[in-house]
């Protein structure tokens, strides 16, 4: 290490004694290189956690929602930065770089297999937690919102302003803007308009030079890149400018639940045929999980329908009566309310405040694992039937599916668009979750959701079998987290979440970060 000038020397040696370092650790030049560059003391107490700072714990697990990761063998960054403004992000970047850190970029937490804040090799955290603003423009239908703010933070700040804006992004309020829109996106508004990375028009990104873009100066394949490209791949996005969309004051919410007794498998098979047909105003979507039979101390499957419709209820009715009577759809099945609340319904909280919103911690955190498929042929009631009755084994007590239609506005836009490629031709996407509270029933209920996901081979999209990046499956292939990843290796997951879109990825990360600095085990490698 150099020499430090006398007049710094008193001033490192508050900041690191702040954090309970000493520069004798291993991150001792990156602790010195990062607290110069930032060379405010107060602000440096509030910007770096060591693994010696009593906040090191609860600031790490504020925004861990898989507790798989978050075990005593889980590994630790040497660091947390929780940058306050622009020039934390840009000095983080460069002494990450230049002292041999990875750097995972975290938005939420909400990373499925955690490798927005975990590592196999020495890494730091560059958290953006504080980088949550919301700034609704209602005449223009715009807004602004930072990468470190939730959904339920941008849904809020929409809400407040007006009844009859929303915008299509997911129904998990605590998710990370950053990350959500790294991965494109989908929601309950999503037949009508899409996914929220179509809405992006423009951002605000540092890049591995810590360079400060907008749209303009990153240029057109960045900006495509970015908007669904993956995080952690292409520089860290501070800030997203979306696109409003227009929604009704009133709309409806409904749910209809059918169990094995009840002819689940039967409806479900109509379902696919019609569900990617109906109007756009309507989406819908079956949740299937394990439930306690009328027979006591007996186990059924339910396959809970549930919709929202951006209209009225009386309109609502005909339609499904008319559509797709075997739902049995009655008024007593529905709920009129806003836009807002509907988000709230489908998240499973309560309607009667959206305050609710705001709170990122309402939600339980437990250990999960997570797979997808894109289906574009319906099953047939043989394999409905098998698929559901995987969910009566033992290991499936705490698992769930969650099928959305598509269709509609997805059918519209070209699978080139942006990086996130199922569009035309998908019926529904399957996303499987399968969640444990005792570690020690790990293994086995990871088993039971990749045998579920082997049963569903014959009926998913195929060449390649299509996944969705914002629910990240490294099952399906890694990158080397040291040294050199070929496209070849990469291609083995790279062409199940991007397709061909894989190939131009690829090429613009070799173009805007040759020496592959922003990494992670599926991350867009350079060439």
Same mark, same amino acid.
């Given at each position: %290490?150099?020499?430090?000038?006398?007049?710094?020397?008193?001033? =490192?040696?508050? !900041?690191?004694?702040?954090?309970?370092?000493?520069?004798?650790?291993?991150?001792?030049?990156?602790?010195?290189?990062?607290? =110069?560059?930032?060379?405010?003391?107060?602000?440096?107490?509030?910007?770096?956690?060591?693994?010696?700072?009593?906040?090191?714990s609860?600031?790490?697990?504020?925004?861990?929602h898989?507790?798989?990761?978050?075990t005593?063998?889980?590994? /630790?960054?040497?660091?947390?930065?929780?940058?306050?403004?622009?020039?934390?992000?840009?000095?983080?970047?460069?002494?990450?770089?230049?002292?041999?850190?990875?750097?995972? !970029?975290?938005?939420?937490?909400?990373?499925?297999?955690?490798?927005?804040?975990?590592?196999?090799?020495?890494?730091?955290?560059?958290?953006?937690?504080?980088?949550?603003?919301?700034?609704?423009?209602?005449?223009?239908?715009?807004?602004?919102?930072?990468?470190?703010?939730?959904?339920?933070?941008?849904?809020?700040?929409?809400?407040? /302003?007006?009844?009859?804006?929303?915008?299509?992004?997911?129904?998990?309020?605590?998710?990370?803007?950053?990350?959500?829109?790294?991965?494109?996106?989908?929601?309950?508004?999503?037949?009508?308009?899409? =996914?929220a990375?179509?809405?992006? !028009?423009?951002a +605000?990104?540092?890049?591995?030079?810590g360079?400060?873009?907008?749209?303009?100066? %990153?240029?057109?394949?960045?900006?495509?890149?970015?908007r669904?490209?993956?995080?952690n791949?292409?520089?860290?996005?501070?800030?997203?400018k979306? /696109?409003?969309?227009?929604?009704?004051?009133v709309?409806?919410?409904?749910?209809v639940?059918?169990?094995?007794?009840?002819?689940?498998?039967?409806?479900f098979?109509?379902?696919?045929?019609?569900? &990617?047909?109906?109007? +756009?105003?309507?989406?819908?979507?079956?949740?299937?999980?394990?439930?306690?039979?009328?027979?006591?101390?007996?186990k059924?499957?339910?396959?809970?329908?549930?919709?929202?419709?951006?209209?009225?209820?009386?309109?609502?009715?005909?339609?499904?009566? &008319?559509?797709?009577?075997? =739902?049995?759809?009655?008024?007593?099945?529905?709920?009129? %309310?806003?836009?807002?609340?509907?988000?709230?319904?489908?998240?499973?909280?309560?309607?009667?405040?959206?305050?609710?919103?705001?709170n990122?911690?309402?939600?339980?955190?437990?250990?999960?694992?997570?797979?997808?498929?894109?289906?574009?042929?319906?099953?047939?009631?043989?394999?409905?039937?098998?698929? %559901?009755?995987?969910f009566?084994?033992?290991?499936?007590?705490?698992?769930?599916?969650?099928?959305?239609?598509? @269709?509609?506005?997805?059918?519209?836009?070209?699978?080139?668009?942006?990086?996130?490629?199922?569009?035309?031709?998908?019926?529904?996407?399957?996303?499987?979750?399968?969640?444990?509270?005792?570690?020690?029933?790990? @293994?086995?209920?990871?088993?039971?959701?990749?045998?579920?996901y082997?049963?569903?081979?014959?009926?998913?999209?195929?060449?390649?079998?299509?996944?969705?990046?914002?629910?990240?499956?490294?099952?399906? @292939?890694?990158?080397?987290?040291?040294?050199?990843?070929?496209?070849?290796?990469?291609?083995?997951?790279?062409?199940?979440?991007?397709?061909?879109?894989?190939?131009?990825?690829?090429?613009?990360?070799?173009?805007?970060?040759?020496?592959?600095?922003f990494?992670?085990?599926?991350?867009?490698?350079?060439?």
């Open positions: %290490m150099k020499f430090l000038q006398l007049s710094v020397l008193p001033f =490192l040696i508050v !900041i690191l004694s702040l954090n309970g370092a000493t520069l004798a650790h291993p991150y001792g030049d990156f602790l010195h290189c990062l607290s =110069l560059r930032i060379s405010n003391s107060s602000t440096i107490s509030k910007v770096i956690y060591t693994q010696n700072n009593p906040s090191y609860s600031v790490l697990n504020a925004s861990i898989n507790a798989r990761f978050s005593p063998t889980s590994p /630790k960054p040497y660091a947390i930065i929780t940058p306050r403004k622009t020039s934390h992000v840009q000095s983080t970047i460069y002494c990450s770089k230049n002292h041999g850190f990875q750097l995972r !970029i975290r938005s939420g937490g909400h990373d499925v297999e955690g490798v927005s804040y975990v590592s196999q090799v020495p890494f730091v955290i560059l958290d953006l937690v504080n980088f949550r603003e919301v700034k609704v423009d209602t005449e223009n239908e715009v807004a602004w919102v930072q990468s470190g703010a939730t959904t339920g933070e941008l849904y809020y700040g929409i809400a407040s /302003k007006t009844q009859t804006l929303g915008f299509p992004a997911g129904i998990c309020h605590t998710i990370g803007i950053g990350g959500h829109l790294s991965g494109g996106g989908f929601g309950i508004l999503g037949r009508k308009y899409g =996914l990375v179509d809405h992006v !028009i423009d +605000k990104l540092v890049d591995a030079n360079r400060v873009l907008r749209r303009k100066s %990153m240029g057109e394949d960045l900006f495509w890149a970015i669904g490209g993956g995080g791949t292409f520089g860290v996005v501070l800030a997203w979306v /696109k409003l969309v227009p929604v009704p004051p709309v409806t919410v409904f749910t639940n059918k169990n094995l007794e009840q002819n689940a498998t039967k409806i098979h109509r379902w696919q045929y019609i569900a &990617h047909k109906l109007p +756009k105003d309507l989406f819908t979507t079956v949740w299937v999980m394990k439930v306690n039979s009328s027979q006591v101390g007996k059924t499957v339910q396959a809970g329908f549930r919709g929202m419709f951006l209209g009225g209820v009386d309109e609502l009715l005909p339609l499904i009566q &008319h559509e797709f009577p075997e =739902l049995g759809l009655a008024k007593e099945n529905c709920t009129q %309310m806003s836009w807002v609340q509907s988000i709230l319904y489908f998240g499973g909280l309560p309607i009667q405040t959206v305050d609710i919103l705001l990122r911690h309402a939600l339980p955190v437990s250990s999960l694992k997570a797979k997808t498929d894109f289906v574009r042929e319906p099953m047939s009631e043989t394999g409905i039937e098998g698929f %559901m009755n995987m009566l084994e033992e290991e499936a007590d705490f698992a769930i599916t969650m099928i959305e239609a598509f @269709g509609g506005r997805m059918d519209e836009i070209r699978e080139n668009e942006l990086p996130y490629p199922h569009r035309a031709g998908i019926l529904f996407e399957s996303s499987y979750f399968v969640q444990w509270t005792n570690e020690a029933d790990a @293994g086995l209920c990871i088993n039971w959701i990749r045998r579920l082997s049963y569903m081979a014959s009926y998913a999209s195929k060449s390649p079998r299509e996944a969705y990046y914002n629910y990240k499956d490294l099952d399906l @292939g890694t990158n080397n987290i040291i040294g050199y990843t070929s496209y070849e290796q990469a291609s083995v997951w790279g062409l199940k979440y991007f397709k061909n879109n894989f190939k131009r990825l690829v090429q613009i990360k070799t173009k805007v970060d040759p020496m592959n600095f990494r992670n085990e599926q991350s867009i490698p350079p060439l």
